[in-house]
């Protein structure tokens, strides 16, 4: 009888276990970063006025989500160079915070959904 007891208690405590375990999964699938609504931002603020053809900017447009998109990797490059570097964005600002650079990352991990 008391085996029966602990193996139940086991099973119980088994079961809560892998349910937190899969909800936790659940709430990250459905956080996905998106362009309109945490990317769009992050660039008008730090990549403009130079790639904003709108605000006078002439260098390579970055301001839609065609651009953007087309040029995740040369834009996840430069943002990580060291401000001495060659190449590095967002020229003459200081670099982007971690927390920056990761929404970028994980918009691409995401698959760069539009909204
Ligand atoms: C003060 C102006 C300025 C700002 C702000 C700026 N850039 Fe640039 N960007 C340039 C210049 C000048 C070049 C061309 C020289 C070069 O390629 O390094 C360039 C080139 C680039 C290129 C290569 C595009 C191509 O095909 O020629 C990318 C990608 C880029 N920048 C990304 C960014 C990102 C992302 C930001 C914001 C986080 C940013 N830049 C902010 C001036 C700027």
């Not at 088994?14 to 990250?28: D, I």
């Not at 006025?49 to 390579?60: N, Q, T």
């Not at 989500?65 to 003459?92: C, H, T, W």
Request: hydrophobic fraction near 35%; charged fraction near 30%; aromatic fraction near 6%.
């Amino acid at each position: 009888m008391k085996k029966l007891m602990i193996f139940s208690a086991l099973s119980a405590l088994a079961f809560v276990l892998s349910y937190c375990g899969t909800s936790k999964k659940a709430v990250k699938q459905t956080v996905k970063m998106n362009y309109d609504l945490n990317v769009k931002a992050i660039l008008e603020a730090d990549c403009a006025p130079c790639h904003f053809p709108a605000k006078g900017g002439k260098k390579h447009p970055l301001d839609s989500y065609a651009e953007v998109s087309k040029n995740i990797d040369d834009i996840l490059r430069r943002v990580q160079l060291n401000p001495d570097e060659r190449g590095f964005m967002p020229r003459d600002h200081s670099k982007l915070s971690d927390s920056t650079i990761n929404i970028l990352k994980q918009w691409k991990d995401d698959g760069m959904p539009e909204n």
